[in-house]
């Protein structure tokens, strides 16, 4: 079954180190995207790629980094400089942007600074 | 300043009953709209979209409304079933297919048996 894999569901990070949370899609698509859901405050996009080898910034990028060498791969790294990391992480993808057949979301993984 | 607003954080309805779930943004230039329904701990799920040049959309028991002059749109569930219990996020996007897509807080909303 195509889908998006997120792992691992939950992580626990010490302060002052980088952790990085994977995501692998088997649906072909081109575009990927990390969302950071808080409580009260819905979707936050951080990072989003439309093609390999190219990403852009979103809305809340400080703090995170990405790369997308392969398709079907998207990893965030969360890295130290990110001041409040405690968050749900949402990994998606689409074809061309998604606004017609919407997202795919992975199911998550829940990061919390210890 | 959010350009996609959910205003009522959550909603409860009686089994059998209408949930009507509101939406309201901020910027002229959206031109599709879109609601994704989530479970705790799980991703969303894309549920119905609407383009601008329409004002409703159907599927089953979900319809989308658009009110394109009030920069409004709203979700009817009908029947509403417990297995909707749910938080249900509303989102929109420009006009070409590599807008980025804005998503609403979310409403949650309980279906009471």
């Known amino acids: 079954d195509g889908g998006i894999t997120q792992s691992p569901k939950y992580l626990f990070r010490k302060e002052g180190q980088n952790v990085t949370l994977s995501c692998e899609q088997n649906?072909?698509?081109?575009?990927m995207y990390w969302y950071r859901q808080d409580p009260g405050q819905g979707l936050r996009l951080i990072y989003y790629?439309?093609?390999?080898?190219?990403?852009q910034k979103g809305d809340i990028a400080e703090g995170y980094s990405v790369s997308r060498e392969k398709k079907e791969s998207f990893p965030l790294t969360v890295t130290s400089a990110q001041k409040n990391p405690t968050a749900f992480y949402l990994c998606?993808?689409?074809?061309?942007?998604?606004?017609?057949?919407?997202?795919?979301f992975g199911s998550g993984t829940r990061l919390t600074v210890v | 300043d959010q350009q996609v607003k959910q205003n009522s954080p959550s909603l409860s309805v009686q089994e059998g009953r209408i949930s009507i779930l509101n939406c309201d943004y901020t910027n002229s230039m959206f031109d599709y709209f879109l609601w994704y329904k989530k479970y705790p701990a799980e991703g969303p799920t894309f549920l119905i979209s609407?383009?601008?040049?329409?004002d409703k959309n159907e599927d089953g028991r979900f319809t989308v409304f658009l009110n394109k002059s009030a920069k409004h749109l709203s979700l009817h569930i009908v029947p509403s079933q417990p297995g909707d219990s749910a938080v249900y996020f509303c989102a929109a996007s420009g006009k070409t297919s590599y807008d980025k897509v804005i998503f609403g807080p979310g409403t949650s909303l309980s279906v009471i048996p």
């Open positions: 649906l072909n698509h081109d575009a």
């Open positions: 790629s439309q093609i390999v080898n190219d990403f």
């Open positions: 609407i383009s601008s040049i329409k």
């Open positions: 998606a993808s689409s074809i061309a942007g998604g606004r017609t057949y919407g997202y795919t």
